[in-house]
């Protein structure tokens, strides 16, 4: 089953922005190595940092659009992995796994696989 980890917490960016040079190398080593372990297990689906809410739009049930994301929230998202293992107790140690830089929401996926 695939599962998607979600990446973020508050104000994710700001304290993304503020962290030193040095620091956001260790991070991306950190996470690096988390990826590739978990590809090497064959349960890395895809993952990938997002870029600030401030780049984002959302398209409204109207068609309507506007800047920024759907929630209005603190809570910001960073990134995110999809796996793919076979229960919730899986998902949850990997994500466990993951460098302790933010919260992990780990949620289900519904299984149909659009493309």
Same mark, same amino acid.
């Given at each position: 089953?695939?599962? $998607?980890?979600?990446?973020?917490?508050?104000? @994710?960016?700001?304290?993304?922005?503020? $962290?030193?040079?040095?620091?956001?190398?260790?991070?991306? &080593?950190?996470?690096?190595?988390?990826?590739?372990?978990?590809?090497?297990?064959?349960?890395?689906?895809?993952?990938?940092?997002?870029?600030?809410?401030?780049?984002?739009?959302? !398209? @409204?049930?109207?068609?309507?659009?506007?800047?920024?994301?759907? &929630?209005?929230? !603190?809570?910001?998202?960073?990134?995110?992995?999809? !796996?793919?293992? +076979?229960?919730?107790?899986?998902?949850? &140690?990997?994500?466990?796994?993951?460098?302790? @830089?933010?919260?992990?929401?780990?949620? +289900?996926?519904?299984?149909?696989?659009?493309?």
């Amino acid at each position: 089953m695939r599962y $998607l980890l979600l990446l973020g917490g508050p104000d @994710h960016h700001a304290r993304w922005a503020a $962290l030193s040079e040095e620091q956001k190398q260790t991070a991306y &080593a950190d996470f690096g190595a988390f990826a590739k372990a978990v590809a090497q297990r064959g349960e890395l689906i895809d993952g990938d940092a997002l870029q600030p809410e401030t780049t984002s739009r959302t !398209v @409204h049930e109207d068609g309507s659009v506007t800047e920024g994301p759907y &929630a209005e929230s !603190v809570e910001q998202l960073g990134g995110y992995y999809v !796996v793919d293992v +076979p229960s919730i107790d899986d998902a949850l &140690a990997l994500a466990k796994l993951l460098p302790k @830089h933010f919260a992990v929401e780990v949620r +289900p996926t519904q299984g149909v696989q659009i493309r």
